[in-house]
Structure formats: structure tokens, C-alpha cells
């Protein structure tokens, strides 16, 4: 048997029965991702497999470091080529590692290509994938239509004047391509020389002359609008964990004018900022409608040598161990008792904190939309199957995994969409598997369309983002009401 099988992780016949039926047909919705909106809008056809594969995985050069491989063939100047065939060195020990798994799908996936990725079979599939990549559909927009990805959104920066989101907007895209308010930089009082120079581009980009704590809120609430005004309704936020130090308008001047003439600004200044403003955009979220996403628990560049080297975002982070849960419920709180609680999706980093989270969702719902506060699918470290299973049994035994808005990609490559394939099979298997052992109901009408809103359906009702999307079938959905 080919080791990429239609039946592959489906270890009951329920379990393939649910996928096949229910989970495989369904389209994607991938609300949050990292891909480039400039190559979407370009159309970009890649050269080779380096470029769709390898240019900026850091899960692959994680494990390739881990394999002994030089960094020059990680992010260094190595040739493609080269640096190709160091992975394919490597594939074979990541056995176990989800790694192995997303290798040989995509190549199926992307290219039809059964072969086991090795040293052995490196040329032949070089060769094989290069070929295909002329073809039309595997551009950027080709590859999104062949995946059947009716929406997904970007995460940019409030300074981003979404020109590349403009160009595919008037291009007759057939994915909705919409991009998310990412606003973690407007937090970073305690690096004054970048902020200094992050603000002067809010307020060029605002038109908007940032002499003042309040012309500063004034440029971040007119990007904001800018954002809306191009379809955004989702922000997104990165942080170890929530700031609930809530201070003053005028002790957050003060710390701001401090950052702005460049002087050093302490730990707990920064946490009284960071909270003000946390506040601010959660108000501004809950305005508009907006979803509010919370990424936390990643502890980052823990290596200084390689920061200095290669940079911010090349595979040198972990999970963190920051205490979550007060912090957490202090700063949803503090929203819910203003009745300026948006619709929020929270994600966790550390498996130790994911009953923490299944639990603290549950204190915020209300009567406006189910499932209003989420649990988002397995991140970055936890998007495997392990962690995948971990977050959904956390989930059914605390939630209501019925109205789950399911899997994102969270990613920067254009090869990343059988994530998706993979997540419904994790989902489909654990399903099967309680059918199979007696623990719920072999009914169609209750399974199959748990199965669909899961994958697809929840995600599409609870962005409600504006537009009408072309669907692979041609039809038309109605506009959402804006």
C-alpha cells in the first residue's frame, strides 16, 4: 500500500465514512494565515520547489539544524538546488515528526507524487515538481482554486497601505483574500528606537502628524477604519500573555512621550501600556464587529547569536511557560463589564494550559452569536496530530465541540493547504472512533453535519465577513449584511 492512501490516519470504517462523506468535499476557510498578499495579487508562478517549499518554512529548518545541517543551506546563500537536497537528506530521520506526514501529502496533494522523499529519489522529484510548477495551476491563484479556499485572511500591519489587497480585489480573484489588523508593534514602547520609527510611519500612512499620545490613537483608530473600509474584520494579536495593568490616559501619555524621546522605558511601564492599549483596540474590535484573535504563550528569539545572524522569525522560538489564566480572564473581563467584548478566538501555545483555556472561554459566552469566545485550533507547535487530538478532547469534554470554527493554516507557504486535509482526518478518526466504541450515536444527521460546520460552515457564519465569493462551483453566495 502507497503510504499517502485515501485512507491514510482513518483507522475505522466510521472514521472513513465521516471523512469521506462529510469532511473531504467541503471547501476551506482559512482565517488566518501569514501568506503574502503581493504574491496572490502577482499571480506569482514559482520557479521551483525551493521557492513553493523551502524559501521561508522554519519547521523544516528546525529539523534540518536538528539533523546537522549547515545554516547556509537553511537561510543562508546555498543554491536552490542545495538547498533541497539537504532536506531531502533530512526527511528520512524525521520520522514521527509531523514533518513526515505534511511531506509526502503535499507532494501528493501538489504534484501526484507517490515516491518516498529521499537522497535517492531527490533528483527524480526535483525534476518531476519543476516541471509541473509551469503549470497554471499551481500559480498562487491557481493553487487556491485547485484547494477550493473560498476566503482567507492575511495579517498585516496597521502601517500596511493594502495596495497588493486592492489589486486582487479588482482582479476577479475567486478567494475572498482579506487581510487582519495586527497591531503588536504599536505595543513596543519598550524598544524606543524602533517605535519611534514605526510611529512615524502610522502617521504618514494615517496622515495623521503624531505629536501627542492622543494624535497616536487618533492615526491607530484611522487605520483601523482604513482596515474595515477594505473588508478587515478580524485583528489579530501576538503576545506571551495578556497585560492587565490598566493605568490612565494620562499615566499611558506619559509612558508613550517617554518612548518617543527615546528614553528606556521599564518592564512595568510597558505592561501599564501595553494593557491601555489592549483595551483600546478590544473597544475598537467591539465597534465594528470585528473578531478578536489572541496568540499567546510563544517565547521568542531565544537564541541571540542567531537573532543577530538570520533575524527575527527563522525557527528559533518555544513554548513559553508564562502564567496565563488571571491575565487572561482580567483582560476578557475588564471588555465584558464595558460591553465592549468582541467575538474572540484565544489560542494557546503550552499543552499545559489547554484545560486553562477549554475552561475560561465558557465564562465569557452570551446570547449575541454561539460560541461567541473560541478556543482556536492546535498552533504553530500544537498544529499536529497529537496536539490536534489534545485541544479537541479538551474541548468536547469542556465545550461544545459542535460549534468549533475549526482549523486554520497559520502560514507563509502556499504549500501548507493539506493541513487541512490533515485536521479533518485527526477530527474524522477521533469521531469514528467514539462511534465504533459505542461512546455516541451512529446517526448521519447528527454526525454529518457536525462534521461540515467543523470544517467549514461554523468559521463561514461566525466571521460574516463582507463580499460575495465566487464558489469552485460558480455560484455565487449572497453578500453578508455589513
Request: glycine share 6%; with cysteine.
Amino acid at each position: 500500500m502507497k503510504f499517502i492512501h485515501k485512507d491514510i490516519l482513518l483507522n475505522t470504517r466510521a472514521a472513513q465514512r465521516l471523512y469521506h462523506q462529510y469532511a473531504a468535499t467541503e471547501p476551506i476557510f482559512d482565517y488566518h494565515c501569514h501568506l503574502p498578499p503581493r504574491d496572490i495579487a502577482e499571480n506569482r508562478q514559482f520557479k521551483n520547489l525551493f521557492e513553493i517549499w523551502l524559501e521561508g518554512d522554519h519547521y523544516k529548518w528546525r529539523a534540518m539544524r536538528s539533523n546537522g545541517v549547515a545554516e547556509r543551506f537553511c537561510t543562508g546563500d546555498a543554491e536552490p538546488l542545495a538547498k533541497f537536497q539537504a532536506w531531502t537528506a533530512t526527511v528520512p530521520h524525521t520520522l514521527r515528526n509531523p514533518l513526515y506526514h505534511w511531506t509526502h501529502l503535499e507532494l501528493k496533494r501538489y504534484f501526484d507524487i507517490d515516491e518516498l522523499l529521499d537522497e535517492a529519489s531527490a533528483a527524480r522529484i526535483w525534476k518531476r515538481a519543476n516541471q509541473l510548477l509551469a503549470r497554471p495551476d499551481l500559480t498562487t491563484q491557481g493553487i487556491l482554486k485547485q484547494f477550493k479556499v473560498s476566503t482567507l485572511c492575511t495579517t498585516d500591519d496597521p502601517t500596511d497601505d493594502l495596495k497588493y489587497h486592492t489589486a486582487i480585489a479588482t482582479a476577479g480573484v475567486a478567494t475572498r483574500v482579506l487581510p487582519a489588523f495586527r497591531p503588536d508593534k504599536a505595543l513596543a514602547v519598550d524598544r524606543p528606537e524602533q517605535f519611534r520609527q514605526w510611529v512615524g510611519r502610522l502617521g504618514e500612512t494615517a496622515n495623521v502628524d503624531i505629536g501627542s499620545f492622543t494624535s497616536f490613537l487618533d492615526g491607530l483608530r484611522a487605520r483601523h477604519d482604513f482596515f474595515h473600509a477594505h473588508g478587515c474584520r478580524l485583528s489579530d494579536h501576538g503576545l506571551s500573555q495578556c497585560y492587565t495593568d490598566f493605568c490612565t490616559d494620562k499615566a499611558a501619555a506619559e509612558i508613550f512621550a517617554k518612548a518617543r524621546r527615546g528614553q528606556a522605558v521599564s518592564p512595568e511601564e510597558h505592561g501599564k501600556f501595553a494593557a491601555f492599549l489592549m483595551l483600546f483596540f478590544g473597544r475598537l474590535d467591539a465597534e465594528k464587529g470585528w473578531v478578536k484573535q489572541l496568540h499567546l504563550g510563544a517565547l521568542r528569539s531565544n537564541n541571540t547569536r542567531r537573532l543577530k545572524q538570520v533575524g527575527p522569525d527563522t525557527g528559533f522560538d518555544s513554548i513559553g511557560d508564562f502564567p496565563q489564566a488571571a491575565a487572561l480572564a482580567g483582560y476578557l473581563d475588564r471588555l465584558d463589564q464595558e460591553n465592549a467584548l468582541p467575538k474572540t478566538i484565544i489560542y494557546n501555545l503550552n499543552p499545559a494550559d489547554n484545560y486553562v483555556f477549554a475552561t475560561m472561554i465558557g465564562n465569557f459566552q452570551d446570547e449575541t452569536v454561539p460560541g461567541k469566545i473560541q478556543w482556536g485550533s492546535g498552533w504553530w507547535f500544537l498544529d499536529q496530530k497529537e496536539g490536534m487530538e489534545w485541544q479537541l478532547n479538551a474541548l468536547s469534554n469542556l465545550g461544545l465541540l459542535s460549534r468549533f470554527v475549526g482549523m486554520v493554516t497559520d502560514s507563509r507557504s502556499f504549500m501548507s493547504y493539506p493541513r487541512h486535509e490533515y485536521f479533518r482526518r485527526v477530527l474524522c478518526n477521533l469521531i469514528g472512533r467514539d462511534v465504533e466504541n459505542g461512546e455516541i450515536p451512529d446517526d448521519e444527521n447528527l454526525l454529518g453535519p457536525m462534521i461540515r460546520n467543523i470544517c467549514y460552515h461554523n468559521a463561514e457564519r461566525y466571521l460574516n465577513l463582507p463580499g460575495s465569493v465566487t464558489s469552485v462551483s460558480g455560484n455565487k453566495r449572497n453578500k453578508s449584511k455589513d
